[in-house]
Nanobody, 115 residues
Framework: QVQLVESGGGLVQPGGSLRLSCAAS????????MGWYRQAAGKQRELVASVTFGGITNYADSVKGRFTISRDNAKNTVYLEMNSLKPEDTAVYYC?????????WGQGTQVTVSS
């Protein structure tokens, strides 16, 4: 069964922190790289962070130094630690394979950064 379940979003003030989690089915997680993507209202979905099966990470310039991606291969779970959040980080956050995300997407988790 194909499954991606994102959680951990919420409303946070600028400068605050959140930790997102994504539980994936084995058919998606497997030995593949995974990524966190986000889509703000009226904008295209973008990749913000990725991690290979072996733990090599990469970040979009806009989040570098503030976000940390990690994964637990035993639990088929990928995490995104977000610090020093800014209003422009407001978006729905999704996880999926990276590269080559599957056509199936989970429901995402809303992150709103506002005072």
């Amino acid at each position: 069964q194909v499954q991606l379940v994102e959680s951990g979003g919420g409303l946070v003030q600028p400068g605050g922190s959140l930790r997102l989690s994504c539980a994936a089915s084995g058919s998606i997680f497997g030995f593949y790289g995974m990524g966190w993507y986000r889509q703000a209202a009226g904008k295209q979905r973008e990749l913000v962070a990725s991690v290979t099966f072996g733990g090599i990470t990469n970040y979009a310039d806009s989040v570098k130094g503030r976000f940390t991606i990690s994964r637990d291969n035993a639990k088929n779970t990928v995490y995104l630690e977000m610090n020093s959040l800014k209003p422009e980080d407001t978006a729905v956050y999704y996880c999926n394979r990276n590269p080559s995300p599957r056509s199936y997407w989970g429901q995402g988790t809303q992150v709103t950064v506002s005072s």
